[in-house]
């Protein structure tokens, strides 16, 4: 009943930017933190950056400076604007968010279907 859609992936050379968007759906009373997360080939998946309902940031120490994660409440949408792109972030990128759902009430983590990011040198 709640879907998160993602969009923005594709090649870039190194330098570049990038903007990922991710727009949930469906029955969905309230959105708590939404976030990025990353899974290289070979690697764990992990945290790029997350925002609060209220605004309030978390950046992974590797993108500090480069990655600026934002939301559209009114849109139930997050983004994460890319920039000064390295292949270290060459990677598939995940969107998840805690939403509150009704009938019974209960937050719920959510994620979407992942979406490519490939910097080449």
């Known amino acids: 009943q709640v879907q998160l859609v993602e969009s923005g992936g594709g090649l870039v050379q190194a330098g570049g930017s990038l903007r990922l968007s991710c727009a949930a759906s469906?029955?969905?009373?309230?959105?708590?933190?939404m976030g990025w997360y990353r899974q290289a080939p070979g690697k764990q998946r992990e945290l790029v950056a997350a925002?609060?309902?209220?605004?309030?940031?978390n950046y992974a120490d590797s993108v500090k400076g480069r990655f600026t994660i934002s939301r559209d409440n009114a849109k139930n949408t997050v983004y994460l604007q890319m920039n000064s792109l390295k292949p270290e972030d060459t990677a598939v990128y995940y969107c998840?968010?805690?939403?509150?759902?009704?009938?019974?009430?209960?937050?719920?983590?959510?994620w979407g279907q992942g979406t490519q990011v490939t910097v080449s040198s």
């Open positions: 998840n968010a805690q939403i509150i759902v009704l009938d019974p009430p209960y937050e719920y983590s959510y």
């Open positions: 469906g029955s969905i009373f309230s959105i708590n933190s």
């Open positions: 925002i609060t309902s209220g605004g309030s940031t």
